[in-house]
């Protein structure tokens, strides 16, 4: 994974719990003190070792950090000078949701390795969607539920999404999704 991922990893870990937590986490993970730069490449073992520190660290299951790691992603990457791509991705959520994959084919042109995951989506209604994400990274269903409710926070929408793994000829996560606008 590039390095803008960690880096957003350590920004949700000093704005919710502090520099010293950060250093905690990063001493447990066994990674050097050091910045994380944000188009180099690392591999998927260091952001799955920061989350598994994270957990120990904060006594919080590694399926609760990844969600609110997703919901901080969203925001980071609007902050990290993504906003305009982001905008450009749709102006409402299932049409967002629905580019996700062109999303990704923009982002690859700033980082050319890049592995995304894709997603589709299927069975939409006026407030209902399943989207299905796949990804070649295991475990990481709770970030894309976090993803959905940063989504939901970006759009004024009250977002919940459950999941359920799919096995077969080419195995998936998918999100059975709904949403309300916020009073």
Do not use: C
Not at 5 to 11: C, F, L, R, T
Not at 17 to 25: L, M, N
Not at 147 to 165: H, N, Q
Not at 172 to 183: E, G, K, M, P
């Amino acid at each position: 994974m590039y390095g803008l991922i960690n880096k957003a990893v350590e920004g949700l870990v000093r704005s919710r719990f502090g520099d010293a937590a950060w250093d905690r986490i990063r001493a447990r993970a066994g990674l050097p003190d050091e910045p994380f730069v944000g188009m180099e490449q690392y591999p998927d073992k260091t952001t799955y070792d920061l989350v598994g520190a994270a957990s120990a660290e904060l006594g919080a299951p590694a399926e609760s950090i990844l969600e609110e790691f997703g919901v901080y992603w969203v925001t980071y990457t609007a902050e990290a000078g993504y906003g305009e791509l982001m905008r450009s991705a749709g102006r409402t959520f299932p049409e967002f949701l629905r580019n996700l994959d062109q999303l990704h084919t923009r982002v690859r042109l700033s980082f050319p390795h890049l592995a995304p995951p894709s997603f589709s989506v299927s069975e939409e209604t006026e407030s209902t969607l399943v989207l299905s994400y796949y990804s070649v990274r295991p475990g990481l269903a709770p970030l894309v539920v976090g993803l959905l409710r940063g989504l939901g926070d970006r759009f004024a929408l009250d977002v919940a999404a459950r999941s359920e793994r799919v096995e077969g000829e080419r195995p998936h996560d998918r999100f059975h999704v709904s949403w309300s606008a916020r009073s």
